[in-house]
């Protein structure tokens, strides 16, 4: 993976941008440690970071490209899984190829079939191509939404990057944040609406999306989407098909050039995706496979079972390893480094996150590049299977708001009152609600519970998997670490969406059609282990050091945050240790103390960004 960014002006002259072309790409230098470069014209600067995984000789960028008299410049951050057959195809139309990189396949791609070229790409991408001869500027960003990518208007200026922070960095950006933003950030967030930067006029270019940019203005457009439609297979065709699909996903995302590895939790998803890589890999003769899990101090002391996290994750990990024959490696994190890095990981990902969930990732990480460059992670799979308990609850199934986004009115009870006025906090989030819900593409077959279903699939493939799949780009790319997510795979999201829920639960389990596709590759225990997410920290240590950091942030006259939040709210959440919001307020692992590390989050943030407040 890399990093990307670009300014296209018609009214300055770029070639007296350099400096500031290269500080916007400069920023993004976590994300390719290996190589950068910067292409400038008049009205074009681009910048890019490189993290080698492909043909390390072939891949330097920005890449140019003649063809016709016209002169096309690329910068991509992402890997290509159909680059050898697009390739063919290409050559089988007279073009002729100077390496092996998938970015000179996407390059030529877009010469020949324009910006159709998306429809064919299977992979994660976001890039940007620079027409010279057209003065067009065209992005585009895969389906799902892996890598990100975003952009601002500013005058007769358009800048995009693979993060806000590189975007920033140009002097006509200022970091602003509206009553809306605000919003996002107390009450939707850590998730964000699609499409929403945060940071006022920086919008994200949505998922399955691309944008043409030209001297007659600026386009943009859907290429992709879920297409409901009656499920054609009975359970044994589709639990085949799944079975296929998945194996072959795995396999196209083993292709690299620097050492692979799998995050390995002992649950089902990541489970069977170590057992699908270990078989290729032992089947090709390259070595053991290595795979990598996460705990904390003395979390086995601590652990106690709830409905979130039926159980730990140790023993699951022993009994793969033994059936798999990985060489393992078992990361563990203290709880003062866990909050240490809390302020890293929102500079990783430019806006408050899931607290010590992404601080954990973020150690996780930086740990796991020491061995290896690529990783492959189960994430998305609970999105597309319906794997959360939400899926299960009829209390939730009835509730008419983002099932993972609990407690709102406690949420909004934290913001000063002037600030709530403005905002109207329930209403923010019942408006994103419905926004979302108008965009489901119904089956009229269905009615009642089905319909309901199929809703919350929607919501959490387009809502929740984003802040999900964020995450795992931002901590570990922050780290020059690709991670690669076989669950997204458009061609699995695409079959997946219409196999009806009995299927999908189908032996009373969650995932249940996902089980029977892994049963000839995964221990009966793990086969049957019940849904647990990414472990947290459960030690009281934790809990009493972002305590204890909120408090003197509280007492700190020169804190941003406080101005922002009710006093006599922030007086009883720290008498009562903010029992109101446990045992989750967002997801499965966001309580307590996740609350406190989630507002000195949002202090830091406001402090680092030098974050200019406009609510009026």
Not at 346 to 363: F, I, K, R, W
Not at 378 to 387: H, K, L, M, Q
């Amino acid at each position: 993976m890399c990093g990307i960014a670009g300014w296209v002006d018609w009214h300055r002259d770029l070639t007296r941008e350099e400096r500031t072309v290269e500080a916007m790409g400069r920023t993004l230098g976590h994300r390719g440690p290996d190589d950068e470069g910067f292409w400038i014209s008049e009205r074009a600067g681009l910048a890019h970071r490189r993290l080698v995984v492909v043909d390390p000789d072939g891949g330097h960028q920005p890449m140019v490209r003649r063809q016709g008299g016209k002169v096309f410049v690329i910068v991509y951050n992402g890997e290509l899984y159909n680059t050898t057959e697009l390739r063919r195809e290409l050559q089988a139309r007279g073009h002729s190829f100077d390496s092996y990189s998938d970015t000179e396949v996407l390059l030529v791609s877009y010469i020949e079939w324009g910006p159709e070229c998306v429809t064919r790409l299977n992979g994660i991408f976001a890039f940007a191509v620079w027409s010279e001869a057209d003065q067009s500027l065209f992005l585009a960003r895969d389906r799902l939404g892996v890598k990100p990518l975003f952009y601002a208007r500013r005058g007769s200026a358009l800048l995009f990057s693979s993060e806000m922070k590189a975007i920033l960095a140009n002097p006509l950006v200022e970091a602003e944040v509206d009553a809306e933003g605000l919003a996002e950030v107390f009450l939707i967030g850590p998730a964000r609406t699609p499409g929403f930067g945060v940071f006022r006029d920086i919008t994200e270019l949505r998922p399955a999306h691309c944008l043409l940019h030209t001297r007659s203005g600026t386009r943009v457009r859907r290429y992709w989407s879920l297409e409901s439609a009656p499920h054609p297979d009975g359970l044994d065709a589709t639990v085949e098909k799944v079975r296929f699909l998945l194996g072959d996903t795995v396999r196209r995302q083993l292709v690299s050039d620097v050492p692979v590895c799998t995050l390995l939790s002992g649950g089902l998803d990541s489970s069977g995706l170590t057992a699908h890589a270990a078989a290729a890999y032992n089947g090709n003769g390259e070595g053991p496979l290595h795979t990598f899990s996460i705990d904390y101090v003395d979390n086995d002391l601590h652990f106690r079972a709830n409905e979130y996290q039926p159980a730990a994750d140790r023993e699951f990990i022993r009994l793969m390893v033994e059936r798999t024959g990985t060489v393992h490696h078992q990361i563990t994190i203290g709880q003062r480094a866990l909050a240490d890095a809390l302020s890293a990981s929102v500079e990783a990902g430019d806006l408050p996150g899931l607290a010590d969930v992404d601080s954990s990732l973020l150690l996780f990480c930086r740990e796991i590049k020491k061995d290896a460059t690529v990783a492959l992670s189960g994430e998305s799979a609970d999105e597309i299977f319906g794997g959360y308990p939400w899926f299960r609850w009829e209390e939730t199934l009835e509730t008419r708001n983002f099932p993972w986004a609990r407690k709102v009115r406690e949420r909004a009870s934290l913001l000063a009152p002037d600030l709530a006025a403005r905002i109207r906090p329930e209403e923010h989030v019942q408006r994103r609600y419905e926004a979302a819900i108008a965009e489901v593409p119904r089956l009229e077959s269905e009615t009642g519970l089905e319909a309901r279903r199929r809703e919350m699939f929607y919501l959490n493939i387009t809502r929740f998997m984003p802040t999900l799949l964020d995450r795992k780009d931002r901590m570990s790319m922050a780290s020059g670490l690709e991670v690669r997510v076989p669950f997204c795979d458009h061609r699995l999201a695409e079959y997946v969406w219409n196999i009806p829920w009995e299927m999908k639960f189908c032996d009373q389990m969650e995932k249940g059609v996902l089980r029977r596709a892994l049963a000839d590759v995964l221990p009966e225990q793990v086969l049957k282990r019940k849904k647990s997410p990414y472990p947290k920290t459960h030690h009281p240590e934790y809990h009493a050091i972002v305590k204890s950091r909120f408090l003197d942030v509280a007492a700190d006259p020169a804190s941003p945050l406080m101005p922002l939040l009710n006093a006599d709210v922030v007086k009883e959440i720290v008498a009562t240790d903010a029992a109101a919001f446990g045992p989750s307020w967002f997801g499965q692992l966001m309580g307590g103390a996740q609350l406190f590390a989630y507002l000195l989050e949002i202090d830091h943030w406001l402090r680092k960004y030098r974050i200019s407040v406009k609510i009026s």
